[in-house]
């Protein structure tokens, strides 16, 4: 209820009428916007007793606006503000309102314009391909809710500290010790609402406008865009079937300033090659050369199909240059956002600090809850369940698109993560096969990948870790059908 | 498990035998740090599978290096590093480990080193006063488990929109116009982690180094790190019993140009003080006359105890110009971080642009179940309760210290709010107060307001709303046993 005592003013030695001062100032405030069309009114004896006047004065006050329209009353349901009033309600922040702030970043922004950063379903929407998401069915949410109900919300609140729960930061630092051989301890290892959030600090506090930032092209595109925002100037090198070049980024160390080096070396964004062996090796000892800064997304490393995994760059010797950057929604699913960086104490002391201006209080109710998966075991038991169906998933969608599409994209079969980076034949083009297959009921919900800037041929990410069986069927017809010769 | 295929490397041509080949490979694996002291090893079957050797091999090496003390066996328990290795793990991210990259803002962010932004509990603190915030344990938890029980991962995963949930957003609109008279619809609406990201993100958007920040003195003091992190430089006015100097505002803006002011017109952080009727009134006309962009930080608009509460500033004519942030954290306790920023459609479409970068995805789980909260009624029921409870907490703390510590502190008792501000007496020093009651098993856990720049006398801010009588009795008690004369 609004503030009505505040907002009605009663004058007691005017001549004018107690109700009709109510009623002109209840219509003031419909004409100012503040009771809006349709919004409810308190009763006559609620709104009586916050301005202290007797029931009767406030019904006169309703009864005389609902002879002019304004209002209305409804059996049961009390007094409504009128919906079809006939005065034009002004709009604070209307459309055509422009705030006298503007963003001063519009311009770094508008370069992502271009990207469908989200696409509403279509009303025939059948099955959405997204850009590698996994299955949120499978996640063990019940296991999840039976631990929830045992929490109280003290015992959260309690085991609060600046950077979280820190059970979760101790369970957190031995997984990640255990599956990734890192040899960390809780001081290295910072907590965030998801791999996002420790890209954004981590940048955040190297870059400086003008600085030059290495990435691969193409890359994951919500980091450069990121990068840019800061005012990086982005330098790039090829990305091929064994990963980023690393005998390019040899080339433009020798000649720039390189301010810091992007990479994810396991399944990259957006074409899931994995950076080889020898490039490892090398790329570790340009490390040590340059002493180059690194940030190393490693996304989702629990998800490995074919081959034993590598271990993190950052498991190898690089003198603590190498800022490694994971996530636990890829375990999770989307909708538990848990996300880590994990780098020196002293370069963590600052980022600890930005992200206490950004978000003040982590979710200290879900790590505690997942600490307790992690520790039962139950997290592991789901990665590996998990793994066994994805990689199942991989190789159906990859069998199917190899015989069914084969005239139409090209792909490499990934050694893990979630979707397939589709190359389309230059007989086909993207824009064209991507409306054909949304007409059949096939939508792709991620960014797509155009021939331009940065690809010499037209791409896509096909999730196939969301979708079973009959939905990668589905898919691969559409796509089928949407490609067929005339 | 670490990926043991990869990291141990068998040569079958060497005359070396293959057992002492993997237990060499697993001292370098201990001595590199990537299998740490106490780390559990997997069992001789399962690294034979792994590897593809016979078991009996795996025991040979295990055998050797239970000799030499790198590993041992116990009972039931398997294998495991040994707790006690005679060498030194080297640590990549160890402290004296320095990063090349180095946060460029550390000079910045040592403005807030004095800030005790977390104190530990120490093992005799029986009562903790908190800055101002809510009583956890009053929230219906129960309601919220009933509701999350209900909810399916696809459903809330299906919600998802880049901005949250639409049913969240379509219910808080309704919410904040029926509550703060704001005629507002769902496009002039971003929903954040907390009022804190909301701070962060409009400030990012408008704030350039060199910029010139209005603020009073004192101010919300990680509001007040945001700016300087921005480059920008704080100009301030002074704060009275008013509220903020509404006089000195116009003077700073004849003589300057402001490129942003922001000001918390209820329940001033730190002072609690809730700005005037007249001072509101002119100051919409400075914001119209002046064209200034204005941040409205109204994080607790929903606790105003003794008087008929105003409307937000957001409310008034303002064509725009003010950013209105707030926080639905302050009702449902610090485990649920809901906070939200109100402006222009093409404001809030950059906003929105940024939060992305930092923040990809919020979590839809618990704005779909607090819409429910919010819809049922629920929400605002469990408002009026806590109002009620907080409001007898406010007039018990502030009756208790008016006649225990009349001496010792002076304070005006706040229209709202969680706190009260805590004067000292010059003859009190706060830091001496602070050691002798944590001596007692008193704590205070918010930031200290100590004599200084900002402030003429010793404060600090008594968070009265999550302490029940008893608590708030100890508390009085033991300020009063840390200010006893000898």
């Known amino acids: 209820m609004l503030p009505f005592k505040t907002l009605i003013k009663i004058d007691r030695s005017s001549t004018e009428a107690v109700f009709k001062q109510i009623a002109s100032e209840l219509v003031l405030l419909i004409q100012k916007g503040m009771l809006s069309p349709g919004m409810e009114l308190p009763s006559a004896r609620v709104l009586a007793t916050v301005l202290g006047v007797h029931r009767k004065t406030i019904m006169a006050a309703y009864n005389d606006l609902i002879a002019e329209d304004w209002i209305i009353s409804q059996e049961r349901k009390g007094y409504r503000v009128s919906e079809s009033l006939p005065i034009l309600k002004p709009r604070t922040y209307g459309n055509k309102v422009r705030s006298s702030y503007t963003a001063k970043s519009q311009i770094l922004f508008d370069k992502l314009e271009h990207v469908p950063l989200l696409t509403k379903a279509s009303s025939n929407c059948k099955v959405t391909i997204n850009d590698g998401f996994p299955d949120v069915n499978i996640f063990p949410f019940n296991e999840y ?122 399944h990259h964004h957006p074409t899931t090659v994995t950076l080889s062996s020898a490039r490892r090796a090398k790329l570790l000892e340009l490390i040590k050369r340059h002493k ?62 930005l992200k206490t201006l950004i978000d003040l209080r982590s979710d200290v109710l879900m790590e505690e809850i997942i600490a307790m998966l992690i520790q039962s075991g139950e997290f592991s038991r789901f990665i590996t369940k998990a793994n066994k169906l994805y990689g199942h998933r991989c190789n159906y969608a990859a069998d199917l698109i190899s015989a069914e599409l084969n005239h139409v994209v090209e792909f490499i079969k990934p050694q893990g993560g979630m979707a397939l980076w589709l190359k389309f034949n230059e007989n086909y083009q993207l824009a064209n096969v991507i409306n054909k297959s949304a007409a059949l009921g096939l939508q792709f919900s991620g960014r797509t990948y155009p021939k331009g800037q940065d690809l010499s041929y037209d791409a896509v990410r096909f999730g196939f870790a969301s979708l079973n069986e009959q939905e990668i069927d589905f898919a691969v017809d559409a796509l089928k059908r949407s490609t067929l010769r005339k």
């Open 292 to 353: 180059l800064s690194v940030i190393e997304d490693d996304y989702d490393y629990d998800f490995q199909y074919q081959y034993s995994p590598y271990v993190p760059l950052a498991s190898g010797a690089h003198h603590g240059r190498i800022i490694y950057i994971g996530s636990l929604t890829k375990v999770l699913g989307s909708n538990f956002r848990l996300g880590y960086m994990i780098s020196t104490p002293d370069f963590l002391h600052s980022a600890i600090k």
């Open 145 to 266: 809710k039976r631990l929830l109900s045992q929490q109280t919300l003290k015992k959260a609140s309690r085991s609060w500290n600046l950077d979280g729960s820190q059970f979760f930061k101790k369970v957190l630092t031995s997984f990640l010790n255990e599956t990734r051989g890192l040899n960390i301890e809780d001081e290295n290892l910072m907590v965030t609402r998801g791999a996002q959030m420790a890209i954004y600090i981590a940048s955040s506090l190297i870059i400086k406008p003008g600085d030059k930032v290495l990435v691969t092209a193409p890359s994951y595109f919500l980091a450069n865009a990121i990068f840019r925002q800061l005012g990086a100037q982005l330098i790039t090198v090829p990305v091929d079937n064994d990963g980023a070049d690393v005998d390019a980024i040899e080339d433009v160390l020798v000649n720039n300033h390189i301010k810091l080096l992007y990479i994810i070396p396991h």
